[in-house]
């Protein structure tokens, strides 16, 4: 078996968003982009990195740009990308069905209500729903437009956070300048970024000193594996249950099985992939991207691994 040196393997990314940008001086004037570090982005669409910025978002008399939403959490680059393109072409993407449509022609859709309803159209497709995507608003527009859901578009996402800054009058923004604004924008990105990666970190650790304590049971299987062995053995992947204070641990195959199992007994239909199940200890529901998301983190912070269940060698 090759080393993970020399084999790429998947993990989802620690942070990947699409997000909405809209322009300080002009309004009515928005862009839409994708990146996995949204604080560099911003600084690039506001000329303070020299490069790397979209030629859109440097056109004369639009800077300074502000962040109004986000979406994160995505499985893959690709996942975001596709969701980036969809957005931008909301009126022909297949991931928004015909007659959900509420931008139906090429230059339609440019208002602010007009570009958070297609977040929720798009979030509610089945593709992306797996991802249990998270919306975070920047200004007090944004939530505004997002409460109202001008479209009554009917689509469930308990994962809407927000972050305000005041809102700027035009008086105010001849008084302080439009760069101060963005400044304070951009503060509040950086704060959603960092606590993302932060509470990720520490997560990741809370695992990490569970699994080096020695030879682990798994709960389902009841086969060993010993994350402390010094054998260049490969070692399963691991699923915890992220719910604070549940100590569920067992192979991550383990857990595949049983949710795939459950969501066949409740719709009639086996998926490859699960959405959700129960944790067999604590009873709370969790995602499945989520666990794969740990997953592989621990993967990449432990020695040579394998997907399915290795005989036991404690």
Known sequence: MKSRSKTKQHAIPDFYCCYLLRSVPKKQSFYIGSTPNP??????????????????????????????ACVYGFTSKIAALQFEHAWQHSNLTHFIDDDQRIV??????????????????LI???????????????CAEAV????????LIDC????????????????????????EFASENLVLVEKLYKSVLRADDERVRVYQEALYHGCITCPICHKDFNY???????????????????????????LHRIFVDD?????????????????????????????????????ETSGPQQDSVPSSQC
Not at 156 to 179: C, F, H, M, Y
């Open 124 to 138: 509610k497709n089945e593709f992306f729903s797996y991802m249990n995507l998270k919306v975070h608003l920047f």
């Open 144 to 151: 505004d437009a997002w409460s109202q859901n001008k479209f």
């Open 104 to 121: 139906t022609k090429k230059a339609g859709g440019r208002t602010i209500h007009h570009k958070l309803g297609n977040i929720r159209l």
């Open 39 to 68: 604080v560099r982005r911003l600084r690039q669409h506001n000329g303070t990195l020299a490069n790397g910025s979209a030629y859109r978002t440097k056109k004369t008399g639009f800077r300074p740009w502000r962040m109004i």
């Open 263 to 299: 969501e066949q007994a409740l719709t009639g239909v086996r998926k490859l992939l699960p959405h959700s199940g129960s944790c067999p200890s604590c009873d709370k529901k969790i995602f499945w991207t989520k666990v794969v998301k740990y997953s592989t983190r621990l993967r």
């Open 228 to 254: 402390m062995s010094d054998e260049d053995s490969p070692k399963p992947l691991v699923a915890f249950c992220p719910t604070d204070n549940c100590q569920f641990l067992s192979h991550l195959s383990c």
């Open 156 to 179: 469930d996402i308990p994962n809407v956070t927000e972050s305000l800054e005041p809102p700027a009058s035009k008086e105010e923004l001849q008084k302080r300048g439009a760069n």
